[in-house]
């Protein structure tokens, strides 16, 4: 599946010359599309040779196009491809000091670089200039910080924001570039060939250009029939790789380990409770959110959980195994990374970290209850508020001196049990994938 | 020094097909290297590299720099900076083809040589500033963010087009 890992494939040097071999390709295009020159890139904004409009709106709906077409084929995982973060306001301030910077200077950072390696004494001092003004942020952008992070919305797609299917959206560009090169092909005309406006002018002449513009619109329109693949499908693309974590059990974490992670100040953790209303209010592991199954697939929460530290980990649970694997099954197949289940689900926890039973008792038909059914009765709806949902994990020993300082008020005989606990052993199974740190050549 | 004359420029491509090229070369940045296109992300490594080396204590210093380059990470041992090489060398190749390789300062005719190459410096710092600001430059943002459909990179897009046509018609003694 793509994007490739070259590194795992091939070694540590190939994303280096696949980056050399892709910038060659970038390089030799845009100098041939007349990039290196800046009065061509400037004649943009006087309406005489609209070029660079030309060349940008078509490379971005021919990659659009072919982007979503493979991801609705599921050839490409689009959860592996970065898509640059949007943070909107410093975006929008940052695109008009560029337009400044573009129209005083001539360039773009990227045609800049092409000018100046065909020896343009401008495109070399621009590029110079660029390295100024990159310098001038770094060294002052802790005054601005708080802006320069502001309006955060994270991974932020056009589908989302619009509500619109993907294959939708890339129509509807399509169209839209379409519909501006007509206008730019008429004001290159008038505007800047001073001829008069024709009809004929207006639309492609040439039996190429239509083909070429049919042939984008039928890419999109496939696109949108194929449609984006619902969670079911999802799982299927990703079911042979990660079904193993399930036959294997590695996905599904003892209680005690979890316990433990809750506690260690080096990870994040989540827990995702994917039951009903009323069992989650009876109790609730520390801090868990209530998702149903259904509800996980919601752009916004997913988005949520896309921007969360790379060291967190995610937890699935309810009353037992059968929907926390379902809740599993569709984060991963999201491209949701460090998801885990907790095994035994709820059941499980409350039989190991007992609750007193002036709270909750054991349901007396323990053995012939149904599967997802809470196997405990609660006097009382408690939520997380009881030691049971933050336990002390097993395995926490503070030598007695230290458990006292940091208790005051415990008295001798806990920090000495504290100090012997001897916990039983248990197989730790919570691997920390950091996510490839993939980052545009910008970011 | 050659006796004959040299032989006149190609011209450039159809800016369709280079637009589709383009397309297509962004299409395998993405499917080789799970990223866009760019070039201002890897001047600002280069960019920090000549710092480190002059001032490494600084780097280290500033947290905005020290996440590139802090104690040994080397900050030219990056993707986009190959990404950087091979644009330059891919310009320089298609430079050749087209019998473009020639210095020259390209300007309006209006204005003199010292005026253009303030302006390209002025430009370029302007353009720089705001790449960084705007997490991305038109490569980056606009085109590799605009095919994925980012949301940022539409507004960011549309935000550069107009920041330059608002200014354009106070500088077109410069350009025409």
Known sequence: MLPLNLAESLGGWAPYAASMLVGIGFGAVLEQSGFGDSRKLAAQFYLKDLTVLKVMFTAIVVAAALMALFSALGLVDMQRVFVPPTFLVPGIVGGLVMGVGFIVGGFCPGTSVVSASTLKLDGILFALGVAVGIGVFGETVHLFEDFWYSSSLGRFVLPELLGLPTGGVVLAVVLMALGMFVAAEVAEAVIGRS?????????????????????????????????????????????????????????????????????????????????????YNLFHLYGAVRRPVSELSDPAFLRELGGVPTNTVIFVVSNDETEATEGWKRLVAHGVPNVYIVEGGMNGWLKRFAPPPCLATPIPDWQSREDEEL??????????????????????????????????????????????????EFPHKVKLRKKAAVKGGCG | MSQKQPKAARPYINPYLGG?????????????????????????????????????????????????????????????????????????????????????LRKGPRISGGTRVALALLGGAIMGFGARMARGCTSGQALSGGALLSVGSWAFMFAVFAGAYALAWFLRRVWN
């Open chain 1, 195 to 279: 001829e008069p406006m024709r009809l004929r002018t207006w639309l492609p002449r040439r039996g190429v250009r239509l083909a070429a513009s049919g042939a984008l619109v039928a890419l999109a329109a496939a696109t949108l029939v194929i449609g984006d693949p619902t969670p079911e499908e999802r799982w299927e693309r990703v079911s042979a790789e990660a079904g193993a974590a399930l036959t294997g059990r590695d996905a599904f974490v003892d209680p005690r380990e979890v316990a433990e992670l809750a506690e260690d100040t080096s990870v994040y953790t989540r827990f995702i409770d994917v039951r009903s209303e009323t069992d």
């Open chain 1, 375 to 424: 196997a405990f009765v609660f006097r009382l709806a408690v939520g997380d508020c009881c030691n049971t949902a933050r336990p002390e994990p097993p395995g926490k020993k503070l030598p007695g001196d230290c458990f006292l300082a940091v208790n005051p008020g415990a008295n001798a005989q806990s920090a000495t049990r504290a100090a012997e606990a001897r916990p039983e």
């Open chain 2, 20 to 104: 589709a090229l383009l397309g297509i070369v962004l299409f395998l940045a993405y499917v080789l290297t799970g990223a866009g296109l760019g070039a201002s992300g890897a001047i600002e490594h280069v960019d920090i590299a000549v710092v480190d080396a002059v001032a490494p204590s600084h780097v280290d210093r500033v947290a905005y720099l020290a996440e590139k380059a802090g104690g040994d990470r080397n900050p030219l041992l990056t993707p986009p900076v190959f990404m950087l090489a091979g644009t330059v060398l891919g310009g320089f190749l298609s430079g050749l083809f087209g019998r473009r390789v020639k210095v020259e």
